[in-house]
């Protein structure tokens, strides 16, 4: 890599961590470092949503998905418009309401009000656990743009150096240090995906019309997937918008519940169709790339299929634009990697060791932060597959943590003993069939009988306990 490039990444870094450090010293409590003094206004919360759905994990995986699929791979964000919006309309009125009222800072808390410390705890411990996986998601798809990219630099040296960055500066600098790093970071990502990547992919390969003779008609058109693949997206990405611990905070961080909801209708648009069609089309154009030579196949022989755009990249960028490229990307992957951070640290520090009443309950969730951090960089390290990671710790937040969240939506006296029941079927459910790698029929992914049976026993479960007594409920 060329010294300017080497340098534009280097200053890139340099500056997530000079924020991290200028946060660090305006934060005076929790209040500050996990829903910035709920001041927060759409245009910020909207990007930085968007920024830490999409992120690192999705504009990598996009990439894979359009090298395999083409221009289908596009609906698996079209998944995330719809969660965005059905939240904006069914979850943010009550939450923000209920969230300001009883100065909530995390999603567990929401359910304690409704079910009791029980089901909170519960919810803490799935929650910070797939958290903790889709952090290691980030800093994997990290790793394997740095390693496509730096010679001389293997994936496990490049995961250990990107959680370090991202572990660093969000354990400093709180929430309002990862809601305005994501607002610049997704303008960089954007710009300099669609104003420098693709305008330097087409002049290489010769225009579109070149390009597309590398690619089979199945790539040009939205119906080269399964319905089961359909079905699996629909499971684990819908559900997420109504459990996500990230999308809490920024609830509860919102100067408005109006201000929310206009913010997750912005997330909306921008998820599909902005960076669905951008990052399968670099993907398409990847694959067009190793057929024209650009990439070379000795290289592509040792990559997979989310690493062709990256290489793509450094083949066919002149000097500086690849820089430019590679600060977007890696502002993608950090802006989702923080956040996630953020919300495995306010599970565990606040949720399940209750750190929030302490005289030192700041440092404790930056150390938490810290902790939490370096086991996802463990985690990283053993897993290969960025969409197989983020799709797993999807599928077991989702599992897990959909019905009670169902439950007080839909009852005026949401069951407690429902809520915890379903909580265990849906994650021993997906646990099972996940560790015994059971078959499922037409290709379903373990996500979706797990949370089909998750709700079956919260329904089952309400009818028959929907009496219970006020004692039973707040416990």
């Known amino acids: 890599m060329h010294w300017i490039d080497l340098s534009i990444v280097v200053v890139y870094f340099a500056a997530m961590l000079f924020i991290g450090f200028w946060f660090h010293r305006k934060n005076n409590n929790t209040e500050d470092y996990f829903v910035g003094s709920r001041e927060m206004t759409k245009w910020h919360l909207g990007l930085s949503v968007v920024a830490t759905d999409v992120g690192g994990g999705f504009s990598i995986g996009l990439g894979g998905l359009g090298f395999v699929m083409g221009l289908s791979g596009s609906w698996i964000l079209f998944t995330g418009l719809l969660g965005a919006w059905l939240t904006a309309v069914v979850l943010i009125p009550k939450v923000h309401r209920r969230g300001v009222a009883n100065k909530m800072q995390t999603f567990p808390e929401i359910l304690q009000h409704s079910y009791g410390k029980i089901v909170a705890l519960a919810a803490a411990l799935i929650s910070a656990i797939g958290y903790m996986g889709f952090t290691a998601s980030q800093v994997l798809a990290g790793a394997k743009l740095t390693s496509a990219t730096f010679v001389g630099v293997d994936i496990p040296e490049a995961v250990i150096i990107m959680g370090a960055i991202a572990v660093v500066y969000t354990a400093l600098g709180g929430i309002k240090a990862v809601i305005y790093t994501d607002t610049v970071q997704w303008i960089i990502l954007l710009s300099g995906l669609s104003l420098v990547g693709v305008p330097f992919a087409l002049k290489a390969l010769g225009g579109w019309e070149a ?34 611990m990230t999308l809490y905070q920024r609830i509860f961080a919102a100067k408005s519940g109006k201000e929310a909801q206009r913010a997750w209708f912005i997330a909306g648009l921008f998820e599909w169709p902005f960076m669905a069609f951008l990052g399968v089309f670099l993907g398409m154009l990847a694959k067009a790339s190793f057929g024209a030579g650009i990439i070379p196949e000795a290289e592509m022989a040792m990559a997979d299929n989310e690493s062709a ?3 793509m990249l450094k083949h066919v960028l002149p000097i500086g634009a690849l820089g430019l490229i590679l600060a977007a990307y890696f502002s993608a992957i950090l802006s989702t990697a923080d956040s996630c951070l953020m919300a495995a640290s306010g599970n565990i520090s606040r949720d399940l060791f209750n750190y929030k009443k302490s005289k030192n309950a700041l440092k404790v969730v930056q150390w938490m932060t810290l902790v939490i951090g370096i086991l996802a960089i463990v985690i990283a390290l053993y897993i290969p597959s960025v969409l197989e990671l983020m799709l797993l710790s999807y599928g077991f937040m989702v599992s897990g943590l959909m019905a009670p969240v169902l439950g007080f939506l839909i009852y005026k006296k949401p069951s407690r003993t429902a809520a915890i029941a379903s909580m265990i079927s849906g994650s021993l459910t997906l646990l099972i069939v996940q560790v015994g790698q059971l078959p499922l029929p037409w290709d379903l992914d373990a996500v979706v009988p797990a949370l089909s049976i998750s709700l079956l026993t919260l329904f089952v479960m309400q009818a028959y306990y929907s009496n219970e007594s006020p004692d039973a409920q707040s416990a």
């Open 309 to 311: 755009m990256p290489l």
């Open 211 to 244: 390009a597309k003779v590398f690619l089979g008609a199945e790539m040009l058109q939205m119906t080269n997937l399964s319905i089961s693949t359909l079905i699996n997206w629909t499971f684990s990405i819908i559900p997420i918008w109504f459990i996500g």
